[in-house]
């Protein structure tokens, strides 16, 4: 007798397995699709940020600006602490103070000084003078290079025109008024204070043909010009010895002159000068020099040099060619 096994029905086993793979799988795509969804709900975040700070940079701009002009305003003044400029009423007027009492101290000690100083300078003498111990020596026309045609009048009226100008002073009706002194002789007067000097007469007439009252135009028309020499104002100075002007010229053969005064005396009378103070109409003595030129020596550069001599004056300083001397050139046309 035969007997047949039982068949297995193993269906329902494969389909439970069928369904748990396909969980799984389901499970997978979720897995999946959670950190796409994620990394969009990421991306969508930041460009809500990017967005929010474009918005943002002009908020914060605005706060800026608000909070500057805020912290200004409260610097000009605070109206919560009454300051004014970062400090109280009471702290200013310290400060003020201060520095009124200390700027004031300042300026009093000046003025002490300044004082102090004036109390031992004199009024009519410096008190150095060292440096202008012997005085230089200058001429009218105020021109080192003295180049004209005498044949036209307007090419050396500036020239006679300074010599009227420096001669008003000298003329006759106003050093008549004046003292007549003793020719050769000190005038020496009283150091008093406040006192006015007197002054000796020189009047413009001793210059004679340079004088301009002859001939107006000083011998430039005819070629013979008239330099004026005249030696600066010293206070105190008293020149030892009979002082005169001496002039030559720089060439082989000497240049004819004529002096006015003769032999260009500086009397001694015209000294000591007192100062301007004390000797408000002083005028120093003058020398007039008139050039002999003849005919051979026009157009041509001639160079004359004039000095202070017959006295302890100096007139050889190779530093100042100025000191007790004085060069120029003179050049007539025609």
Known sequence: MSTCAPVQNHEPAEEGKQGEEEKEKEKEKEEMKEPQSEERAEEKTEKEQKKEEKKEPGKKEKGKEDELQGSWKDFFYNPR????????????????????????FLAGMFSLTIWVMLQTLDENVPRHQDRVADPGLVIRPHATEITYNRTDPLNYQQYIQQLHDLLQQYNDSIQERNDLCLVGEYT??????????????????????????????????????????????????????????????????????????????????????????????????????????????????????????????????DRDKYLGRVTFRVKVLQ
């Open 188 to 317: 020496d007067q009283d150091q008093e204070q406040g006192s006015i000097k007197k002054v000796c007469q020189f009047k413009r007439s001793i210059l004679r043909q340079c004088s301009g009252l002859p001939d107006t135009s000083f011998g430039y028309a005819e070629g013979k010009p008239c330099i004026i020499v005249k030696m600066n104002r010293v206070i105190g100075l008293k020149p030892v010895g009979d002082p005169y002007i001496n002039c030559t010229a720089k060439r082989d053969s000497p240049l004819q002159m004529q002096y006015f005064p003769p032999e260009g005396r500086l009397d001694k009378m015209f000294f000591p000068y007192y100062g301007k103070k004390s000797h408000p109409d002083y005028v120093q003595p003058l020398v007039a020099v008139k050039l002999l030129l003849t005919k051979d020596d026009y157009n041509i550069d001639q160079t004359v040099e004039c000095k202070v001599e017959g006295s302890h004056l100096r007139n050889n300083d």
């Open 81 to 104: 602490t009454g300051e004014v400029l970062g400090r109280t009423a009471s702290s200013w007027g310290l400060i003020l103070l201060f520095y009124f009492i200390f700027y004031g």
